[in-house]
């Protein structure tokens, strides 16, 4: 690497911002050996960003993206409600899924910028009840 960051940059587009911070997470993961299976795997009631493995392990990813912390940071925007949502959509991910069984695990991207060095990678961040 050349030691500058070579992200792109959006223009004011939330939603652009959201795609990039999902590819800067994904090439993050990546390089930390994990295979991403699926990106924005969505069923009604529920959403999962990334879907991975981790060897034998099924990783489903949240990516969240906060440049402001006076809400609370990346982090804090991942409610009880919100893991519910990622939790369903895992759910009808796996029952897709005929008949193999495989250890699963919930992580979280959390991203304070656009930046490789604004990543903190949190894993099994929370279980299903």
Not at 86 to 100: C, D, F, Q, V
């Amino acid at each position: 690497m050349n030691g500058k960051d070579n992200t792109p940059r959006p223009a004011g587009n939330p939603a652009r911002a959201g795609e990039v911070a999902e590819e800067l997470a994904a090439r993050f993961l990546a390089a930390r050996g994990l295979s991403v299976l699926q990106r924005n795997f969505r069923c009604r009631g529920g959403e999962v960003d990334l879907i991975c493995s981790d060897g034998q392990t099924l990783v489903f990813v949240e990516v969240r993206l906060r440049r402001n912390a006076s809400y609370g940071g990346a982090g804090a925007s991942i409610t009880r409600a919100k893991q519910r949502r990622i939790i369903l959509a895992a759910e009808h991910y796996l029952s897709a899924r005929s008949g193999s069984e495989c250890d699963c695990r919930f992580d979280c991207i959390l991203l304070d910028g656009l930046s490789t060095n604004a990543i903190e990678w949190i894993r099994d961040a929370f279980s299903a009840p």
